[in-house]
């Protein structure tokens, strides 16, 4: 396994080389070079294994002084207040009880929702698959099912605590909001960590900011349809700096339109061919006015079984 | 407000110099005398407000090796696999990507759940009235909807981060499952705590264990309809320690069948009276077969606006 | 039972010779005045009584050339196929099969709907109430559940088959659509019936046509929010004709905005006063290019038990 | 097209004389014999296309008495009232008004459910498929959506109004319910057939009971699982005799277990191979006790775009 990991750098390093001037030639590798991922064949957790009881450890000596910062939006069934995304839906339904004079009554609510993929959400591994392959090459005649996916659903993930950093690429530049499909290249990753004093470490957390959450709720069709957002190169670097997952305060973390021949393949890259989670639609303002640059970050997905994901409500901590 | 928490004080001394001797008598107090609450005339949080920055900061300091055990149960359509309570339904219906050659494709699932009462949960405000009157004296005319609530729903509580003790009542009595419909008394809460050499702080995550949750899944139909529970003696000595939240590895938190004449009277001095929060059908037996008493209790409510409750997956860290 | 009906006709008489100078004064009747209904106490068919096997042999002799018409508007999930009322839903969620090599799977759906009150829809009389009252006098606390009605469910209606005549006011006024919010007159009714060489007879299912299904899915705003529609007069006088149900090719079969000081009165009317079910959102336009203005009406509604309606798929043979 | 049918006819000769021998033998056809129908390139209405305005106005002088059968079941939230299949849901979520005092509210209600495949119901072509090609050999990868089907689904069927001929294989044999997985033969079909002194016609709805439909929520896991019916030989001797559709008082219309070594084949037969559909689970036991032999059947399928089927609630009129 050692060994494997090692070869793996000198692949990546030799990949970097290449891709370091020309960001737009990545391609899917063919599965004999993908599978079995670094994390070993059969291995459904991908860089959640880079979580340990040590680096859980390390992670909460980083808490200062207890100040929580709430990063998810919340869920509404009213569009001016929340972002739904294209043709999914979430929806309400409230069960009341009939209150009895002098007793106790219950009420509880029905929600109808593609639950995996709404709001701030955590994208597990069963979200995607390249033709019919997802991460370490399971394959959708093994494990699709018409309630779920035997394997590489988000009961698999667990809650995640670690080391969080905000990467603030609209502080970077002074901006309100990032400009409509802006590319975050890699240096700009990297001038924003050297400008909050911070270098990743294996395991991180990546928040990147581009001041996008303002518009949800406000002006949906267009925070739903085009956004700014990390490109091929920077998410190839990201790769290189083995982060535990990638956030931001946009739909999709990657920026839309994708860059050309490509359909998110950021997604891809992560999701398929890294095993490294992503998680869509943060609210990042009050972290960023607080200039909370390292915090502990934590985020809880439903244990949905065979799901693609969990809407969630992670927190910072510091 | 500072007199009015010491005139409550001398109230609940009264009370319970009353109820010890008989703890059947418990009765909602008039509307005049539960409202406001001792948060104030208009809060929807109730015992959430007593966590600070410096109640998590000194909940941290409480993580020694960094080991994270999750609480929460898988949630799966297969009813050998969970527990779904009476007419409430859990459905993931896939909907999946047509496998495109040699580019990505995307799945999701609609999900069609009571989301805010289903599986390992938590319960908001929202979700229980006296009459028409809700916690802090909230009405259902004025904040009911068809699709949720105005006021008291989950979206108010925010992700909930405080010392966790585990109270090991099946433990104590060295059993694998406490006896179906054992009801709990202030001694045997006590008695355990003493066993583990812990005490009771405000602001507590109370976790109380009867070993039923190895039923989940197995005797659905068992686990369902009666379990053991504190009574209302033992729910009364425990809000005289202001805790943060009870939570249990049963349905209910609470006995069933109820002590007559009572529908859920736990339920109603908790959620209406007290405003402290309840989480049910929590996963206990690796926490507990790891002798953990004192641990970080970390739970993330989904932030569905206006709902009663939400599914969790909470994990204790020590 | 003779008896009460022709003191209900002279009672009639004097409610029209009243109303007929002054339709705006229409008022719900105390429940003393409007209960039991004409079809006696706990009837729950109302007019759907009126149809006997005398009714449908004599309707089935309508038909001359064994043309159908179909009434009912394709169900899309598409809105620029269909029109869906306000908040409602209409999702097909498709269960596919994956395909088994030179064998036989199948395909479903789940489908999410407010179905008694979706696309061309029948309205039961659990759908209106006034107050906590219902059609007879059935009351809320007695009947709701949060799974439906114990009463007045649209399964008690069954199909109904029997002779339909077309009002064609459009074609009266010569236009393609009657202008929004038009309020057709009792005048209006009787001159299209001449024009067609028809008269109402007890137990008729009244077609009313404004030309306005052309706008479903083309202008879903405009239809769903006004439209031209029978008024408070026009619906007394129809009542005075004991018909079996009302119908029209518009949202509400009634005027809207409703006039002053009411909302949507007819519905009141014909749904809780008077027990005559209603019919909305029909495709009329081939019925009157044929010229078709007597036919045999039959619609089948879904038995859902304790439903408020059902969506339909009506037919006129001639 | 008249050649087309001709060839048909001494092909289906051909078929029956070998298959009067040994109906374990049917295949499915390849292709290339099975496409174009005999219904031509293209057609999505198979069987429906005998429904013309001729045979309605013949099946229109059957009504002699004006009687009418429900012959839809009840479609109920309580499993002790209807049948539900399998893993499919049926459920009403109420959504009622709060009244108002003196003035009008109104209630309605969601509903999630296999819509084309629950309580009574219609099979459109939709439904099945042999690997991936349907009737008429539509493909699966160039019809099938997330949400429903681009061609064969139940909004191209409209409402069905024909002849009628119940077979009454209880009745024939005398039983209150056919022994389970009681294969039905030509023999019986056209024995009980004789009984009644009826004949069937092209373009008939064929209607078999078994006298099951009693146990519709009384024995739900037996009626759901094992049945009598219809096997191979009685199908190809039905797809004979030309017919609009064939219903019965079952699940499945089929025998079940199917006859080895096949999945349903009659579904198979009827559905991809001939066009002819399906209606399940009716209620017959009204009409068989009043000896309605022929009578006019109608059918009125909702106009779900893209749906697989759809719950009905035919009628006999007679």
């Not at 990546?206 to 267009?222: F, H, P, Y």
């Not at 790769?239 to 920026?255: G, Y």
Request: hydrophobic fraction near 45%; aromatic fraction near 8%; charge should be neutral.
């Amino acid at each position: 396994m050692r060994f494997i990991r090692a070869a793996m750098s000198v692949l990546l390093l030799l990949v970097f080389s290449a891709t370091s001037l020309r960001a737009q030639t990545w391609q899917m590798p063919p599965e004999n070079q993908r599978c079995p991922s670094k994390w070993g064949a059969g291995d459904q957790r991908g860089a959640g294994n880079s979580m340990k009881p040590e680096s859980v450890l390390r992670a909460a000596k980083l808490i200062k002084t207890g100040e929580i910062f709430e990063l998810g939006a919340v869920l509404s069934t009213d569009p001016k207040e929340s972002f739904i995304n294209g043709s999914r839906v979430f929806n309400i339904y409230t069960k009341p009880a009939l209150p009895i004079p002098n007793a106790r009554a219950e009420n509880e609510e029905l929600v109808v929702t593609e639950l995996g993929q709404i709001g701030t959400q955590f994208d597990a591994f069963a979200h995607q698959m390249w033709g019919d392959s997802f991460y370490n090459c399971f394959k959708l005649g093994d494990i699709g099912t018409r309630s779920g996916f035997k394997k590489l659903g988000v009961e698999n993930v667990g809650s995640l605590m670690s080391r969080g950093v905000l990467i603030d690429i609209a502080g970077l530049k002074g901006v309100e909001l990032l400009p409509t499909s802006y590319i975050i290249t890699p240096e700009d990753l990297q001038q924003a960590l050297a400008k909050a004093n911070q270098k990743l470490q294996p395991g991180d957390a990546v928040i990147i900011r581009t001041g996008w959450s303002k518009l949800m709720g406000k002006e949906n069709q267009r925070y739903g349809s085009v956004n700014p957002g990390i490109g091929i190169a920077a998410a190839q670097w990201l790769v290189s700096q083995d982060p535990l997952l990638i956030a931001a305060d946009t739909c999709c973390v990657e920026v839309r339109p994708s860059e050309k021949p490509y359909s998110l393949p950021v997604h891809a890259m992560m999701l398929i061919q890294h095993g490294i989670y992503l998680i869509e639609n943060l609210e990042l303002e009050a972290l960023a006015a607080a200039r909370a640059a390292e915090f502990v970050f934590v985020v809880q997905p439903l244990k949905l079984k065979g799901a693609t994901g969990s809407a969630v409500a992670p927190i910072a901590i510091r």
